[in-house]
């Protein structure tokens, strides 16, 4: 699954469709998102410099992007000077191989693992079990999603498809197979649930030697590594082993600490609608006789290089991992995150996908339309980035690479003959002529409920209505060309 | 002050009603307006649907009809949107620099709240409008062009007029264009939603200042025989005790047809 989608997945349509039929799941999404985006407004609200905080956090991200070969040095030296080793990786085969190698190296079998988003992208988890290493995820969204063998769905809530009474099933059922079971008598209030969890965790940390984490942030000027979560699981993970190893993507990386500061405001507004995150990491190679012996930091590249060299497709690398724009997008209220294939779903994984792994397969060239275009995404991003406009950009990506095949889609010839008519008035008047008398012969009592081909997908719900007689250029030549 | 209507192709072709309310409210307002017969397609279908090659002979033709003019009124924020965040993109992939500068010397394009309120300065129009009605703020009209709450303003001036809120209105119908067809499930998900809000308000009149939104939800409003029609709100604030509004974009509900199929005169 290496830096792919998941395997075999249909297009955008295709699972859209199936995910819409799921009630549990529609249910859960409408009330899981609807509850984070009252949160998230309820405290951007309460900030009157919201719209400054959210320039300066694009004008950060744009400029340390310009500049990220100088950064990403500056942060090589500064980690290498306070202990810490770090290694480049190309791709994500390249960085599950560093991973496995390291941890070979301490001849455990056994990981504990942080909330990351870079891990997941790179599947370093099934590189792992494919080298006899077991690596648990300790968040508790995270290890839902794993106790269930499912796929997360949710960049901070990757378990937001599954409701209590799910989770709770899957508790019972799972957690044995991993180490300590759940109670017998485990209800479903989350209270319990957490305290199941708590204690299935609790032996995993204490007796692990490695730990795998990724990094929000990554502060080139000091060579420090920062992680933001909400649990203490992660604090867990970074201090207890004898060794640390951190992916993280280029594009982490901030110049100074008081870059960060605005990040720090950001982010948990934008992400869990609260003020201040409860938990907030910070280190700096390894210090001496405190956390981890040893401290490796992999730093990823997997597409990012080429997506910084689109000069409109790059402000997707100015992301935060927030996920606001999942829980504002109508599109992803509805269908999931399981529709988009991979680890990023929602609007930012419709724009971030296509560039990191290119769009070769089915569902990436798809997920450029995956989106109306409402631009509710945009509004929220806490770094500005246009996902509008990244989207139409990916659009005609996506389709100009199909004009090299001989044979058009009908699409393309339909586009085509479009242009053709709305290149000249007079055509544009003849084809009005022709939708009006082709309508009139469609409808019935003044409304069209049956399309012919492609457009069918429109009525199959929606009727469609019947083209003028008279267009408002005809009326209008008619009516004032003829007076005057 | 030289005025150009840019009617957009959808409207030319289905809701000519619209266009003709726009001329009717304008002209009652003491405007004079030129409809250039040149005109056709500002290109967002070609734009958001990916073929952006195909925008360029569009986008040059706009530029060549509407420059002189001192403003340009269309009746839908998409297409607004469309000139005024998206026709410098096109004339750069054109690479042509001609385009790019006629682009730039283009006159303010307006959607028609915005000329209303903006421009003529006028928040009662004069008209009579003696309905139940919902307003839903179209995506685009709403986030690309910052329209606010003109419309609203303009509709709360009306007499004789039912303004209800709509629940929930920002959220997007499920329209998107091509979107509607492409992903027609998750669009038809979203609309059922948004009809949904509409029937909970028990407005006779749904209205947006974009027929094709007006199109989507009104194609799901008439299919389930709801009872509730759509209306441009250039067509509410045309009409007057006078001259109401009868032709909106629905179709009359009388069946016209002939027993030979063709609609008589």
């Known amino acids: 699954m290496s830096d792919a989608a998941f395997l075999g997945m249909p297009s955008f349509p295709k699972a859209a469709r199936n995910a819409l039929a799921d009630t549990q799941l529609r249910r859960n999404l409408a009330h899981a998102t609807g509850t984070i985006r009252q949160k998230r407004a309820d405290v951007v609200g309460e900030l009157d410099d919201w719209e400054e905080l959210r320039e300066a956090g694009r004008a950060i991200k744009e400029r340390t992007l310009r500049h990220l070969d100088h950064y990403l040095l500056q942060l090589e030296e500064r980690v290498t000077a306070a202990g810490g080793q770090v290694h480049w990786a190309r791709d994500g085969e390249e960085a599950c191989r560093i991973v496995t190698d390291l941890i070979r190296a301490t001849g455990e079998r056994e990981v504990v693992k942080v909330k990351s988003m870079a891990t997941q992208e790179i599947g370093l988890n099934e590189a792992l079990a494919d080298a006899g290493i077991a690596a648990y995820e300790t968040d508790l969204a995270e290890l839902i999603v794993q106790l269930g063998e499912d796929h997360p769905s949710h960049i901070l809530v990757p378990a937001i498809h599954r409701n209590r009474a799910e989770i709770r099933e899957i508790f019972l059922r799972a957690m044995a197979e991993y180490g300590a079971a759940a109670p017998a008598d485990l209800g479903d209030d989350p209270r319990q649930l957490a305290e199941a969890a708590r204690q299935h965790l609790r032996e995993k940390f204490l007796r692990a030697k490695v730990g795998i984490s990724g990094a929000n942030f990554l502060v080139a000027d000091t060579g420090t590594a920062v992680v933001v979560e909400s649990e203490g699981n992660g604090r867990m993970c970074l201090t207890l082993p004898e060794t640390l190893i951190s992916v993280v993507g280029i594009e982490k990386t901030v110049p100074t600490w008081q870059d960060l500061e605005v990040f720090l405001q950001l982010l948990p507004r934008s992400s869990t609608g609260e003020r201040m995150n409860p938990y907030t990491s910070t280190w700096t190679g390894t210090a001496a006789d405190d956390g981890p012996r040893a401290f490796h930091l992999v730093l990823l590249d997997g597409g990012r290089t080429d997506t910084l060299a689109d000069p409109i497709g790059r402000q997707a690398l100015n992301c935060i991992r927030c996920s606001a724009c999942l829980n504002v997008c109508p599109v992803y209220e509805r269908v999931g995150g399981h529709a988009y294939g991979s680890v990023y779903p929602g609007p930012i994984g419709a724009i971030l996908g296509p560039q990191l792994r290119g769009t070769s397969s089915e569902v990436d060239r798809s997920l450029p339309f995956a989106s109306t275009l409402c631009g509710a995404c945009y509004d929220v991003c806490p770094v500005k980035i246009n996902i509008p406009e990244v989207l139409v950009h990916l659009r005609a990506r996506v389709v100009d690479e199909s004009r090299e095949r001989r044979m058009p889609t009908p699409e393309r010839l339909a586009m085509t003959a479009a242009r053709w008519v709305l290149s000249e008035p007079s055509r544009l008047g003849t084809a009005q002529r022709a939708a009006s008398a082709g309508g009139r012969l469609l409808s019935r009592r003044g409304r069209i409920g049956r399309l012919p081909g492609p457009l069918s997908a429109w009525t199959d719900a929606r009727d469609a209505p019947v083209p003028a007689e008279e267009s408002f250029r005809t009326w209008w030549r008619r009516t004032r060309d003829e007076r005057t | 002050m030289r005025i150009a209507l840019f009617i957009t192709c959808f409207n030319d072709t289905l809701y000519p009603a619209t266009g003709r309310a726009v001329v009717t409210l304008l002209e009652r307002l003491g405007c004079t307006v030129e409809f250039p017969m040149e005109q056709t397609c500002c290109g967002q279908m070609h734009f958001n649907t990916g073929y952006q090659r195909e925008c360029v002979p569009l986008v040059r033709r706009f530029t ?30 054109s690479g042509d620099a001609r385009l790019a500068s006629a682009v730039q010397a283009l006159p303010e394009v307006y959607e028609l709240s915005e000329f209303l309120v903006d421009v003529l300065q006028v928040t009662d129009v004069g ?104 209306v441009h709100l250039a067509e509410i604030l045309a009409s007057t005790e006078e001259k109401p509004a009868t032709d909106g974009p629905q179709p009359s509900p009388l069946p016209r047809r002939t027993t030979e199929g063709v609609r008589s005169r």
């Open chain 2, 64 to 93: 060549e009809v509407f420059a002189g003019y001192d403003a340009v009124v269309t009746p839908s924020g998409s297409c607004a949107g469309m000139v005024r965040e998206y026709h410098g993109r096109v004339a750069e992939v």
């Open chain 2, 127 to 230: 008209a009579y409008f003696p309905h139940r009605v919902t307003y839903h703020p179209t995506c685009h009209s709403l986030r690309m062009l910052g329209v606010g709450d003109k419309p609203l303003t303009l509709l709360r001036a009306v007499r004789g007029i039912d303004l209800v809120e709509l629940p929930a209105a920002e959220q997007c119908c499920g329209f998107g264009g091509t979107f509607a067809v492409k992903n027609s499930d998750t669009s038809v998900a979203m609309c059922a939603d948004k009809v949904r809000h509409v029937l909970d308000t028990g407005a006779e009149v749904l209205s947006a200042g974009d027929n094709s939104c007006l199109m989507h939800i009104g194609g799901t409003l008439s299919r389930l025989r709801t009872g509730v029609r759509t």
